[in-house]
């Protein structure tokens, strides 16, 4: 069966998957310190035009949210987000398990509203009992966000003047950040991610690797013995070449970029086959994963073949359903949904 | 300067002050375990018909809030609070220290609304990827509510039966449980309050006393080694009959429903007040705390000579401001209020 | 009964309860934003000699210790304390709660060892993987100790040079530290404790207050936000004045000092009495716990008179119990110990 | 330069690498729920001869202790370990961010002594403040220790009884279960670690994986909402497929075991080697890890052509080494240390 489920519904891109196997057998130090990692980090300071930038390797998504949030805030902070940010409703309480609060703001497309983020923050200081309150210590975007979504750089640019004026970091969690980039709709560089933010993360498990996610310090700004609260989170690889040996791989001749250009072109395929049949959409998303409408003979009829997320319920036996496209995605793949929508 | 500014402005009451005065020099075992706390204990269980509930006593509300819902809360779950909830704003992030969610849902009039609760945990149930979501274990509700208002007896019965059908515990926070108890528009009573929680406080901070509420587990459901769970987070009172003390007072001869009518008919006066001048208030209260609207006039010289809260600005330069009633409020301090009103 | 049972059996001394009497119908704003908070601090400021110390009331000593360490701790560090150290034995793991690892280190007469101390942290940091390790990043100890002793001036001023060297704060937790500065064999003086520590805290719990420990920062080190932590962590007295009221009294006319003198007087006088018939003692205590072998019979024998606390089973049926004095010891008592043991 | 450093030097073993190859493009969904780790379960399963075990995966051994800890602890309990326990030293305080204590016992080569167990269990209950204590809620122990010892079959059933009589889980920690069970000298196979234990972990980052760690629940004891959990603690991965096929291999035709014998075969050369030169071992370890004591000039010369990692200093420039050999080890490699040492 066909499966959109996901863009991690299959393993690493044949090119990282053949690097692991080419540098199975050199022995290398444990926790990070072997030569593929610093390779690796010494391409991404590169491609981010940043060699001053300091990049640590995380498994996953919501670790990397988690150990970022919660060592770059202050025992008083919390972290504010929309109220749709993965943070805030998928990752089973991650940040507060770390002690710390997820403020909500309201979204719009599932970004956070500059001037919303503006108007709390004066009512905050305005409040003469605000030190009975989380203060804001940073501000988390998803981009693309988890509505597949994108920031336009005007955006950014007001979100990081407001975190620079009220002091707070900027964290723009890029579990798809590839597919943000690529998107044909998006005039935000890589350059321009790094610039307006205080720390990033590069997706690697959505990209094409195992698994796998590049923190970006572009501040000056990583933690102090880093490595140590990592550790303490649980979060610490004792085989760190598999991280570095694949971003490794990821950053080299572009490739990163090019697999998730495919995701890009597979996805606006997929979308143009829905807009010649008049699917209604539940939000117009330029990158990899598409917001679909179906009612209850659609869902029946297409679900018998092809793999895909129930997003959620809407009256009138309608469902929102999400398709998303990857590095993996085939134009088979897409022919089979062709068939059947 | 006379003060509305809160209902925690004063000392004790003088009959709660004389009784440590007269209990000063009893050698008593500390820790809760003196027989001050037993005597204490025992009226409160007669007071709410109960002769099986679990009694406690901690020292604040914000205290009580962390150490009921962190205790009673398993690791997957977390607790639903309206949006204005003490909880949600005014607690400096209390609960997320302890890991633990606070899952925001809407408020009317600072309640949640029963409709809404409903909706959320069918929601919840449905998503398909719930278990990636922090599972809802309690429900909060303060009763009064931060705004003053009360739940009916109807409101109270349908969350109750809500929380049982998806077994969460109701946790009622009371830290102004007198003031509704003895409210002129209530038909709650105090029994009420004990059938349909799991768990509630008889707040002695706000009616009476130095510090100290009074936490009543009525189900047959005091977390296992409570003792020990309340010293890990530093809340366990090394001279707990200063608060057994208080409590044994308090309920000696009606005495905490008797200041707290006091406090309530000195609320309905100050009302009645501010209702003939023809003031415009923000909600409808019928407990302890007034809500009005004031403009800049009316600001600037009410301010000059009474002290109250600040609670919200309003566009067009008009303030929400507190005044607070409470067991201490005298006529004298309503004079001297209706003086510049 | 006669009770010995600990130094907090009692309420406050008279002349703090008289006070909080007297000031009890003061309107007063609350959180410790009160008259009495001001003047009780600029009182202990005097006190120690240090103009620019911030002070700060919490309510209990396992709070006081779980507030300071956890808020001056960063994400990587620890907290060094005897074996023996009330924070890793005897506060339910409120350190660990927090987050922070309780390092032990070997203890001699309830003294962590400064030579002790200077061979673990070069361990420490000679060992290649100390970054998969607790930072030691604060040194606690109690002044008194657990076991009634105490430290030289120079056993702390080495203590306190190695923390400078390794870049550690030193924090004494001074929960009897009245009985300590008032003992017969002590050099140390409070400006002493002030002077090598960075911070520190004044007992009052067991030394004439019904509750209330004052915290003092010496060293321009204040946590940031510090209200909102202590917030967080439901350590925040609504009526701060409680706090104030006691110390500022307290600290009116040489009080903390006087009464702890007496408290070490009736243990000088109970000490005698017991080394006159030539009890075993199990430490030699300068301060106000006496620590006595007993055997089975004197267990017996005495208990039926005398409230003591269980300290440790020997062999040969013998028990090592606590006799406590305090401000509160009276003459009448000694005479109820001596005609029993 | 050959390495001893580790047991985690080398990517994986190459059926196991293989195998991720082949599978590669199969689709699958996220999270844990692929066919792959079903079929892995089903096969771990019938190794430990118990067809109702919960088997899950994690990525690590930090990571899988703080999970199974954190989640199997009540709020009021700690874990007992040995001083030398990996949690306890080079785990950053992982366990403690939990908000949980490890409670140190001492250690004899490495292990916990039973009757030390259960002298601090009898002192434990018998002390009268124990509630101010923390809980003795579980029993880690490391089977091979971090010193390469073992328990016997008879250590085993004494701990499980013990801790079966006070009511406290049992964890072993498998990191390296394999180069255990597969020791010349043990008498304790996986169904002895399954039967005597409550919860264990059958390593594979140090056996053949690129990661991974197999967890067992015995006793029908996985937390409830275990996923969820691991979520919260970002320890969830989103491609649970990586872990799944690694096992599933792992526990194909025996490779697990047969890996394991092989790094036993090569410890035990290598072992030979070194006592065949005089060489003063730290520690008889009967298993992969050799700890052997090196002066100066051993120290120097064989560092420069063989890497290994250093452990301890002693007196009179000596040090204590550790020679690590695993499933990677090559005859070649023992050469190579052979012509130097």
Chains 1, 2, 3, 4 share one sequence.
């Not at 996901?6 to 090119?15: L, M, Q, R, T, V």
């Amino acid at each position: 069966m066909v499966s959109f489920e996901s863009d991690y519904i299959n393993g690493a891109h044949p090119k990282v998957l053949n690097r692991l196997v080419q540098t199975n057998e050199s022995s290398q130090s444990g926790y990070g310190t072997d030569e593929f990692c610093e390779s690796a980090k010494a391409k991404i300071r590169k491609a981010i035009g940043d060699e001053k930038a300091d990049v640590e390797f995380l498994v996953g998504g919501t670790q990397t949210n988690s150990v970022i949030i919660s060592t770059m805030l202050s025992d008083d902070e919390g972290v504010i987000a929309a109220t749709t940010g993965h943070i805030n409703v998928h990752e089973a309480g991650a940040i507060e398990f770390t002690g710390h609060k997820v403020i909500e703001l309201g979204q719009k497309n599932g970004k956070l509203v500059p001037e919303d983020l503006k108007k709390y923050l004066e009512f905050f200081y305005s409040d003469e009992s605000h030190d009975h309150m989380v203060f804001p210590g940073m501000v988390y975007i998803s981009h693309p966000t988890e509505y597949g979504t994108l920031y336009s750089k005007n955006e950014l640019k007001s979100i990081s003047q407001i975190c620079r004026k009220y002091k707070m970091s900027l964290f723009i969690d890029g579990a798809r950040l590839g597919y943000g980039l690529m998107s044909r709709k998006t005039d935000v560089t890589l350059e321009d991610v790094a610039k307006y933010s205080d720390v990033f993360y590069i997706g690697g498990t959505k990209v094409g690797a195992l698994c796998g996610e590049a923190v970006v310090f572009t501040k000056n700004n990583k933690p102090k013995h880093f490595v140590t609260s990592i550790k303490k989170r649980g979060a610490l690889l004792a085989k760190g070449r598999l991280l570095g040996v694949q971003f490794d791989e990821l950053f080299t001749d572009n490739l990163y970029f090019e697999i998730s250009k495919h995701g890009i072109d597979m996805a606006e395929k997929m979308k143009k086959m829905f807009v010649d049949r008049n699917y209604e959409f539940f939000i117009d998303s330029p990158t990899n994963q598409q917001f679909v409408i179906l009612n209850e003979e659609q869902f029946e009829r297409i679900g018998q073949e092809i793999k895909f997320s129930v997003w959620e319920k809407l009256d009138g036996g309608r469902t929102v359903v999400r398709f998303a496209t990857s590095w993996s995605t085939t134009e088979q793949d897409l022919k089979a949904l062709e068939k059947v929508i």
